[in-house]
């Protein structure tokens, strides 16, 4: 994939954070970096980069995609309270994707966990 100085700075943004950040929070760290960037070319990038590979879009149900630097599998756990999305580091257990790809007569190549609930720091805020 060629490389630009925009799909560098959203990679360098991405990089920076584990908050898994949507689209226009990207866009505002990224016009940090390069104050002129438009929002469209960072979609792009982030379109771009995600079918690469290179990054995981997170479609968690929630109003806007967010975008993970971390492509390892792995969970995630949602707040339902402040929406922050936290990565859950449970060792990848593929188990489950053998065992129901006999169920479907096919073949699984991967699967997405997400645990719903509230945050640490929203339940000390109760």
């Not at 997170?58 to 109003?63: I, K, T």
């Not at 806007?64 to 990565?87: A, E």
Request: glycine fraction near 4%; aromatic fraction near 8%; charged fraction near 25%.
């Amino acid at each position: 994939m060629k490389r630009s100085k925009q799909r560098d700075a959203v990679l360098q943004v991405l990089s920076s954070t584990t908050s898994h950040p949507t689209a226009d929070t990207v866009y505002n760290s990224v016009r940090d970096i390069i104050p002129s960037i438009s929002l469209g070319t960072v979609y792009r990038n982030l379109n771009v980069l995600s079918e690469n590979g290179e990054i995981r879009r997170l479609d968690l149900g929630m109003a806007q995609s967010r975008f993970d630097y971390n492509v390892k599998p792995h969970d995630h756990f949602v707040c339902q309270n402040c929406g922050s999305v936290l990565d859950v580091m449970n060792e990848y257990d593929n188990t489950i994707d053998k065992e129901n790809a006999s169920n479907i007569n096919g073949s699984i190549n991967y699967h997405t966990l997400v645990f719903y609930g509230i945050c640490d720091k929203c339940s000390k805020e109760k």
